[in-house]
């Protein structure tokens, strides 16, 4: 469910009254093609694929490529309708980030069912499938375990990182282990604690349901991302925390 982000800068953002825009930003953006993008960056191949739209699909490729042509290609299914704006407003003063984010288009069965199919085929020629993003509307929650469930009934050996939250999230976890599980999952805290269904208070708290939940599903690795305290992530052997890095200033946010 990509998009584009449209940055607003103001001074001091006052709700309810008028904000002046000192300057703008706009990005054509989405988990799954910033992760292409992340990859690219690094100097290897990725395929990016997922819905665009016919009204702006041949300019949002060329603006999530930019100089990384050689290193991503795209293999969408193209939606009738636009891509989605999320407008992101940040106060200078406060350094906090308000959002205002669109659904989306609604997406029928037909489409569905494509992104299905191809995802499939090309986790046969990969050795990672990373499922990232929300949904649009007309996607049922359970999409993301339709996608899983196909990718190992083909016998693909790809191994699949699943980075989604809320309903598509819970869904893979409450669906029949013989589906397919991912072999990689990165939720944050709060996901962490809604798949627990515990309030996690330390890192020794988050390491041990990790390890239950490792066993449990047979995950192979869990990453737990701790937003300003850090991130936490075991194999089930070893566990490591990393503790935040100081002096950054966080300027944007994916959803």
Same mark, same amino acid.
């Given at each position: 469910?990509?998009?584009? %982000? ?7 953002? $006052? ?15 989405? !988990?799954?093609?910033?992760?292409? !993008? ?19 699909? /041949?300019?949002?490729?060329? /603006? ?5 042509? /050689? ?21 200078? $003063? ?6 205002? &984010?669109?659904?989306?288009? /609604? ?5 569905? %069912? ?27 929650? %359970? ?30 976890? &409450? ?61 089930? %052997? ?18």
């Amino acid at each position: 469910n990509p998009c584009i %982000d449209r940055t607003l800068f103001v001074s001091s953002f $006052q709700v309810g009254e008028t904000n002046r825009v000192s300057n703008t930003r706009h990005v054509y953006a989405g !988990k799954g093609f910033n992760v292409s !993008k992340g990859i690219a960056n690094l100097g290897h191949q990725t395929t990016a694929t997922g819905f665009l739209y016919s009204e702006d699909s /041949e300019k949002a490729i060329r /603006e999530i490529t930019g100089n990384q042509n /050689e290193n991503i290609h795209f293999d969408c299914i193209i939606c009738p309708g636009s891509l989605r704006v999320n407008i992101k407003i940040f106060d200078q $003063q406060t350094r906090k980030v308000t959002e205002l &984010n669109e659904p989306g288009v /609604e997406t029928s069965k037909n489409y569905v %069912d494509q992104i299905i199919k191809k995802v499939t085929e090309l986790s046969k020629q990969s050795k990672f499938l990373i499922l990232s993003g929300s949904i649009p509307p007309g996607c049922s929650n %359970d999409v993301y375990c339709q996608i899983i469930h196909s990718v190992r009934k083909s016998g693909s050996k790809c191994s699949i990182l699943l980075d989604v939250n809320g309903k598509p999230l819970l869904s893979v976890f &409450n669906s029949s282990q013989e589906l397919g599980m991912p072999d990689i999952i990165k939720p944050n805290k709060d996901e962490f604690e809604t798949l627990t269904n515990k309030k996690l208070n330390s890192i020794e708290e988050i390491k041990n349901e990790a390890l239950k939940m490792i066993k449990k599903f047979n995950i192979k690795i869990i990453c737990v991302s701790l937003g300003g305290d850090g991130a936490f992530i075991t194999n089930g %052997d070893i566990s490591l925390f990393a503790p935040p890095v100081e002096n950054i200033v966080v300027k944007g946010t994916v959803s």
